[in-house]
């Protein structure tokens, strides 16, 4: 599964068609039956983002609405350079990955948009 893949996972229900979608990737295959589309699915009610991870553990402690780093540690995801690099690369960046600051900024805003074109309520603040 992707960095991103596991970003939903963590914050939108098992059942919401973005996390379906992801899961029923073609790594498996269940009694020869394709997975089906997230277009084919109903839609989902909007998932509050802010909401989901203001109340998990250690949000409180962290600057996850700014940061990336904080936002993957918050969702018990390894926040290394190594994963965000990856990320950066599933994500479609096109910058240097050797300037970490300017990669981070940019995924985190990347990763709200995301969240939001998945059925995800974020914030204007945290989408800027």
Request: charged share 15%.
């Amino acid at each position: 599964m992707s960095i991103f893949s596991n970003i939903l996972a963590k914050i939108f229900p098992p059942s919401h068609p973005a996390v379906v979608a992801t899961q029923g990737a073609p790594t498996s295959t269940t009694g020869g039956a394709a997975a089906t589309p997230a277009a084919a699915a109903p839609p989902a009610a909007p998932v509050d983002v802010d909401a989901v991870v203001s109340a998990m553990p250690g949000a409180a402690q962290l600057n996850w609405k700014t940061s990336i780093v904080d936002l993957m540690k918050v969702l018990n995801l390894d926040s290394s350079l190594e994963s965000r690099k990856q990320l950066a690369q599933e994500l479609g960046y096109t910058g240097s990955t050797t300037d970490s600051a300017q990669m981070n900024i940019w995924l985190h805003k990347e990763v709200m948009a995301k969240l939001a074109a998945n059925g995800g309520k974020v914030p204007a603040d945290l989408k800027d």
